[in-house]
Structure formats: structure tokens, C-alpha cells
Nanobody, 128 residues
Framework: VQLQASGGGLVQAGGSLRLSCAAS????????MGWFRQAPGKEREFVAA????????YYADSVKGRFTISRDNTKNTVYLQMNSLKPEDTDVYYC??????????????????????WGQGTQVTVSS
């Protein structure tokens, strides 16, 4: 399993970016997908997750209403549309996939330990 994240960059506060994560998984639609982010010296934190069919999405409170996670199972790709970006959104963003089930029962999908495979990360920098 390989995950390739892209789309990061430098943007001004209030701007938008769309991250993509292409997965080399033959049965992509059987995997729940998530996005995390991490700043230097800090723990990797949950951003968003999406169920296998895309019917349910989960968000961290800090990004709710600004970020949207989506997926295209025909392209084996998950996206993170980030709007109204703030300087505090500056981080390396990682996509991840879990084989451990669907849906976020007991907030399990908020826990990075629930995910099996990770992409290499893409840097997002928001200037004030």
C-alpha cells in the first residue's frame, strides 16, 4: 500500500488549498481514509476522516466548517479542501488509511493508532 499526498504550498491567510492523496490500493473503496497534521515537536493530530463510500465525514472541531474531506473511489483518491485558512493551520499534512473497519465508533478514527498506512506528508504554510 502506498499513499502519495500532494497539493500543499504557501498561501495567505483566508486563502484555500486542496490536498490530494492517491492510493495504490486495488480495493480502495474498502478502506476508510483520514487526514492528520503535525507541527514540529508536536503530536500528529486528527483533521478529518471519511467512510468507505463517503457517506459520513468526521472533522476536528478546529477545522469544522472550513475543511471538507471527500473521495473519488474511481480514482483511488481522497481530497481535503481547505478554505479560510489560518496561520495556525500551518503543518505537514498526512493522509492515512485504515483496514480496521468503517465508521468512527467511539471516536476511534480520531486516533492515529487506528490507521495502518501513511503517506509521506505535504507541507502547508499559511502566512498572516
Amino acid at each position: 500500500v502506498q499513499l502519495q499526498a500532494s497539493g500543499g504550498g504557501l498561501v495567505q491567510a483566508g486563502g484555500s488549498l486542496r490536498l490530494s492523496c492517491a492510493a495504490s490500493i486495488p480495493t480502495f473503496s474498502r478502506y476508510m481514509m483520514g487526514w492528520f497534521r503535525q507541527a514540529p515537536g508536536k503530536e500528529r493530530e486528527f483533521v478529518a476522516a471519511i467512510t468507505r463510500s463517503g457517506d459520513i465525514r468526521y472533522y476536528a472541531d478546529s477545522v469544522k466548517g472550513r475543511f471538507t474531506i471527500s473521495r473519488d473511489n474511481t480514482k483511488n483518491t481522497v481530497y481535503l479542501q481547505m478554505n479560510s485558512l489560518k496561520p495556525e493551520d500551518t503543518d505537514v499534512y498526512y493522509c492515512a488509511t485504515s483496514t480496521n473497519g468503517n465508521y468512527c465508533s467511539g471516536n476511534r478514527c480520531y486516533n492515529r493508532g487506528w490507521y495502518d498506512y501513511w503517506g509521506q506528508g505535504t507541507q502547508v504554510t499559511v502566512s498572516s
